[in-house]
């Protein structure tokens, strides 16, 4: 089992910036295609960013250019470091793994792992 666990969510104002982490920790093998989703209140999970275990990234077409995902194996951590924040930002931010593909996929349904969240809130 692998269990992942986000921290770094917290309140900022419009144009600032955080850095969230995901720490895994069971299957210490981190070596595989690790993602970041949102949830807004009643609204469907989304797709972020995602990293491959080659290191090639995928971005949401909203986030491109302000977000930044990247990993570490050696500390079994993700990151994704968010700077110019907006308030069209705030959501949960969830981490997940897919042990099964080498590519990236944005469907939240074909993750295998997933964290309990951390809140971001962007206010304006």
């Known amino acids: 089992q692998v269990q992942l666990v986000e921290s770094g969510g917290g309140l900022v104002q419009a144009g600032g910036s955080l850095r969230l982490s995901c720490a895994a920790s069971?299957?210490?093998?981190?070596?595989?295609?690790m993602g970041w989703f949102r949830q807004a209140p009643g609204k469907e999970r989304v797709f972020v960013a995602g990293?491959?275990?080659?290191?090639?990234?995928k971005y949401e077409d909203s986030v491109k250019g302000r977000f930044t995902i990247s990993r570490d194996n050696a500390k079994n951590t993700v990151y994704l470091q968010m700077n110019n924040l907006n308030p069209e930002d705030t959501a949960v931010y969830l981490c997940a793994g897919d042990p099964r593909r080498a590519y990236i996929t944005t469907y939240p349904t074909r993750y295998d792992y997933w964290g309990q969240g951390t809140q971001v809130t962007v206010s304006s």
């Open positions: 069971g299957r210490t093998d981190m070596s595989y295609t």
């Open positions: 990293i491959s275990s080659s290191n090639f990234t």
